[in-house]
C-alpha cells in the first residue's frame, strides 16, 4: 500500500506540474497577445515576443528571423537579444541551423554543438555555443520564418519541453506576425487613401482656381474687346455726332491695354516652361521708377491718392532687365492703388541695399499702401498662382499680377515678400542684384534701354480713373420726359463709352458697383438698370436678385452685361429675374435695340392699364412682388375708402415708402400718380354701388370718400364717360 501509495503521489505531482505548466504557458500566451494589441509596430510586436520567449525559456540569446522572399537576403533578423554571450551580430553555425530549419520546416534541438556533426563551426562556437534550439514559424500552412534560442542561462541543454513551448510561441508568434501584417498594410491604405484625398482635393481645388482664374481672363479680354469693337461699329456706321477723337484714343488705349494683358499671359506661360530670359543692360531705376509714378499719377489724382517717389538721389545705376522690372513696379504699383481708399496714400522707395557701391551692388524697392491691409491666413497664399486673397475684389483684375511679379524677381535672381495686417496697409519688398557680377554672360543685353520711358501706363490708367458714381443731372441733363437708364459698371472706360452711346435719348445715372447701384435705384426708380455681373463688393447677380426683391425696384427691368458666354451663366442670370443677358463684346445696334424693347414693353403695359375701369394685380404686375405691393395699396385704399381726408401721405405711410418712391411706383406699373389711383378706385366702387341701385348719387358719393357730389359728377364722367345719374337711370330701369 504503501508503495502505490507513493507512486500515486508521484503521478499526481506530474500531474500537478503538467497543469502547473499549462497554465503558465496559457498565462505567458495571454501576457504576449496582451502585449501584442498595444504594439504600434511590426518592430514592436517582434521585440516582445522574443523577450517573452528568452525569459519563458531562461535563455541567454534569441533570434527572430523572418523570410523576405529576395534572392539576395533570404532572411531578415528582425529583432535579436543577446544579454551575457560574447557572439557577434552574425554568426556561421546560426545560418546553416536556421538553413536546415527552413528546408525541413520542423524543428532542431541540438544538445551539443560541438558534438553534432551536421554542421560545420569553428572553435570559437563549439566554445560559446552549446545547447540550441530552432524552430519553424508557419502560419496558415504558410512557412514565414524561424526562432532560434541559444544556451539556457542555468548551463542545461534545452529539452523536449522547452522545444514544445518554443513551438507553441512560434505559432502565437506567426498568428502575431500575420495580424501585424494586416494592420500596416490597412495602416497604409488608409495612409494612401488619405494622400490620395488630399491630393483630390488639391487638385479640386486648383480647377476651381484655374476656372475662376480663366473667368476672370475672360472678363478682362472682354472688356477692352467691348471698348474696341463697339466704338468701331459705331465709327464705321457713321452714328456719332461728335468729335470722334476721343473715341480713337479710347480704341488706342484697350487696344494697349490688351496687348500689356496678353503680354502678361506670355510671360506667365514662359515662366512655367522655364524660357523666360534674362537680358539685363546698365541704366538708372530711379529715372524708370519716376516715369512709372508720372504715368499712374492721373489715377491716383482721380481717386485723391498721395502717390510719392522715395529715393535718396536722383540717380541709382544698376545692371537690370529693365523690361521685367517696369513690370514688376507697374502690377505693385497697381494693386496698390486699387486697393487703396480714396484720401489714402501710395509710397515708392527705391534705394540701393546695405552693401551697394556704385554702380550698386543691389537695389531694394519698396511698395507701401494705406489700404484695408492682407488677413494674416491669406498671406502665405497671395504669390499662388490662379489663388486671389479676396473672390470679390479679384473680379477687378485678371489675377496675374503677383504670381508673375514673383516669378519675374525669382528669375531675376531677387526676392520679394509681403507684410501686412488688417486696417494697416500692406509693404511690398523686392530685392533684386543689380551688380554686373551677378548674371552670367548669357544674361548680358547687347543694347541699353532708354532711360525715364514706361509702357503705356498713362492709358491704362486714364482707362482705370475714378469717375463720379452718380451722374445725370445738372446743366447738361436732357429732357426730363425721356427714360431714366441706371448704369452700374465698375470699369470707368465701359462705363463712359455706355453714358456717351445713351446719352442723347436717354437721362443717365451711373453707379461704380453694385451698393452704389442699388441705393441710387432705391432713390430714383429709373426705367431701366444695365449691369455688369462681374463687379467688386455686390456682384450683378446679387443687385438683380435685391431689386427684383423690393416693394420699391421689383417693377425696373434688369438687363445684364457679362463677359462669360456659357450657357448655364446666362440661364443663371435670368432665374434671378433679369430680363434679358447681353454677353461682352456686344454689338451696340442689338444692346440699344434690347434696352428700348424693354422700356417699350413696360410703357405699354402702363398704358393698357391707366384708364382701366376694373385694376387686377395679377394682369398687371410683372413679378409676385408687383402683385403682392398692388394688393396692398388697394387694400389700404379699400379700408380708407369713405375717409375723405385720407390722403396720399398716408397711403405712403401705410405702403412703407416715402411720397416720392410711392409716386414713382405707381406711375411705372398703372401710369397714374397716387392721388389719381386713390380716386380711380373710389370712382369704381361708386361704378359698382350705382350699377346695384344701392343708394342714391349724393350718398354714394358721400360713401366713396368724396365731400362734393357735384366734384364726384365732374371725376365721375372723366373717367367713365357718363355722368353717375345715367349709370343710376340705367341701373333703375332694369331693376324690377
Known amino acids: 500500500m504503501d508503495e502505490d501509495s507513493g507512486t500515486n503521489d508521484r503521478r499526481e505531482g506530474r500531474q500537478l ?52 522572399g529576395e534572392s539576395k537576403a533570404p532572411l531578415k533578423t528582425y529583432i535579436r537579444q543577446d544579454n551575457r554571450s ?84 512560434a505559432t502565437q508568434a506567426g498568428q502575431l506576425i500575420a495580424n501585424a501584417r494586416l494592420v500596416e498594410e490597412s495602416t497604409r491604405k488608409q495612409e494612401e487613401l488619405a494622400t490620395a484625398r488630399i491630393e483630390a482635393e488639391k487638385w479640386r481645388e486648383l480647377d476651381q482656381l484655374k476656372s475662376r482664374f480663366f473667368a476672370d481672363i475672360s472678363h478682362e479680354l472682354r472688356t477692352p474687346l467691348t471698348l474696341i469693337l463697339g466704338p468701331t461699329e459705331q465709327l464705321i456706321a457713321g452714328s456719332l455726332q461728335r468729335d470722334v477723337t476721343s473715341d480713337y484714343h479710347l480704341i488706342r488705349r484697350n487696344a494697349r491695354r490688351l496687348l500689356r494683358l496678353i503680354n502678361e499671359l506670355l510671360d506667365l506661360a514662359r515662366l512655367e ?53 517696369e513690370t514688376i513696379l507697374y502690377n505693385l504699383l497697381s494693386n496698390a492703388l486699387k486697393f487703396t481708399p480714396d484720401n489714402g496714400t501710395v509710397t515708392l522707395v527705391v534705394e540701393p541695399t546695405p552693401a551697394a557701391g556704385v554702380p550698386a551692388k543691389g537695389v531694394r524697392i519698396t511698395v507701401a499702401d494705406s489700404g484695408r491691409g492682407i488677413p494674416p491666413e491669406k498671406l502665405r497664399r497671395l504669390f499662388e498662382r490662379y489663388y486671389q486673397a479676396e473672390e470679390r475684389d479679384h473680379l477687378s483684375g485678371s489675377g496675374l499680377g503677383l504670381a508673375l511679379t514673383k516669378g519675374l524677381v525669382e528669375t531675376h535672381h531677387g526676392s520679394i515678400s509681403v507684410e501686412s495686417s488688417p486696417g494697416q496697409g500692406t509693404l511690398f519688398t523686392v530685392e533684386l542684384p543689380a551688380d554686373r557680377t551677378s548674371f552670367s554672360p548669357e544674361e548680358i543685353a547687347t543694347y541699353e534701354v532708354a532711360e525715364g520711358v514706361a ?29 431714366l437708364v441706371l448704369l452700374v459698371e465698375d470699369d470707368a472706360a465701359l462705363r463712359r463709352h455706355l453714358r456717351d452711346g445713351l446719352k442723347g435719348e436717354f437721362r443717365i445715372y451711373e453707379a461704380s458697383d453694385g ?43 434688369v438687363l445684364l452685361l457679362t463677359a462669360d458666354a456659357a450657357h448655364d451663366k446666362k440661364i443663371q442670370g435670368l432665374r434671378t429675374g433679369a430680363d434679358d443677358y447681353v454677353t461682352k463684346p456686344f454689338d451696340w ?50 379700408r380708407a375708402m369713405g375717409d375723405e381726408n385720407f390722403s396720399v401721405e398716408e397711403l405712403a405711410r401705410d405702403i412703407g415708402m416715402s411720397y416720392s418712391q410711392l409716386h414713382r411706383k405707381l406711375t411705372a406699373l398703372v401710369n397714374q400718380s397716387p392721388n389719381h389711383f386713390i380716386r380711380s378706385m373710389r370712382l369704381q366702387r361708386a361704378k359698382d354701388l350705382l350699377e346695384r341701385n344701392a343708394a342714391t348719387v349724393s350718398e354714394i358719393a358721400y360713401t366713396v370718400g368724396f365731400a362734393s357730389p357735384a366734384y364726384f359728377t365732374k371725376c365721375f364722367h372723366q373717367q367713365f364717360g357718363i355722368v353717375p345719374s345715367g349709370v343710376k337711370k340705367k341701373a333703375d330701369s332694369q331693376d324690377p
Open 273 to 325: 516652361a522655364g524660357s523666360l530670359k534674362l537680358h539685363v543692360s546698365p541704366g538708372n531705376i530711379v529715372s524708370l521708377a519716376a516715369s512709372i509714378i508720372e504715368s499712374f499719377q492721373p489715377l491716383a489724382d482721380g481717386h485723391q491718392i498721395a502717390l510719392r517717389l522715395t529715393s535718396a538721389s536722383d540717380r541709382l545705376d544698376a545692371w537690370l532687365d529693365y523690361e521685367k522690372v
Open 455 to 483: 509702357r503705356e501706363g498713362a492709358d491704362v490708367a486714364e482707362d482705370s480713373r475714378k469717375e463720379p458714381a452718380r451722374a445725370g443731372s445738372g446743366p447738361e441733363e436732357p429732357d426730363a420726359g425721356l427714360p
Open 515 to 557: 451698393d452704389v447701384g442699388l441705393s441710387i435705384a432705391r432713390d430714383v426708380i429709373p426705367d431701366i438698370v444695365i449691369s455688369d455681373i462681374a463687379m467688386p463688393g455686390m456682384t450683378g447677380i446679387e443687385l438683380c436678385v435685391k431689386l427684383k426683391n423690393d416693394e420699391r425696384t421689383s417693377h425696373i427691368p
Open 589 to 638: 445696334q442689338e444692346l440699344t435695340t434690347r434696352v428700348r424693347n424693354l422700356i417699350d414693353s413696360r410703357r405699354r403695359l402702363r398704358e393698357r392699364f391707366s384708364n382701366a375701369t376694373g385694376l387686377k394685380p395679377s394682369e398687371i404686375a410683372t413679378s409676385s412682388m408687383d402683385e403682392i405691393f398692388l394688393e396692398r395699396v388697394m387694400q389700404t385704399v379699400e
Open 17 to 68: 506540474q503538467r497543469l502547473t505548466a499549462v497554465v503558465a504557458e496559457l498565462k505567458l500566451l495571454n501576457d504576449i497577445a496582451l502585449a501584442a494589441s498595444g504594439a504600434l509596430s511590426m518592430d514592436a510586436v517582434l521585440e516582445m515576443i522574443i523577450e517573452k520567449s528568452l525569459k519563458a525559456l531562461n535563455a541567454e540569446q534569441g533570434s527572430l528571423l523572418l523570410v523576405t
Open 86 to 169: 560574447k557572439l557577434h551580430g552574425s554568426y556561421h553555425a546560426g545560418t546553416h541551423i536556421t538553413g536546415y530549419v527552413l528546408h525541413h520546416r520542423k524543428p532542431l534541438l541540438i544538445h551539443d554543438l560541438s558534438a553534432d556533426g551536421r554542421f560545420d563551426t569553428v572553435p570559437q562556437e563549439w566554445t560559446d555555443i552549446k545547447s540550441v534550439l530552432c524552430v519553424p514559424i508557419i502560419t496558415q500552412t504558410q512557412l514565414i520564418g524561424v526562432m532560434m534560442m541559444i544556451n539556457k542561462k542555468d548551463g542545461i541543454p534545452f529539452t523536449d519541453d522547452d522545444q514544445r513551448l518554443l513551438m507553441i510561441l
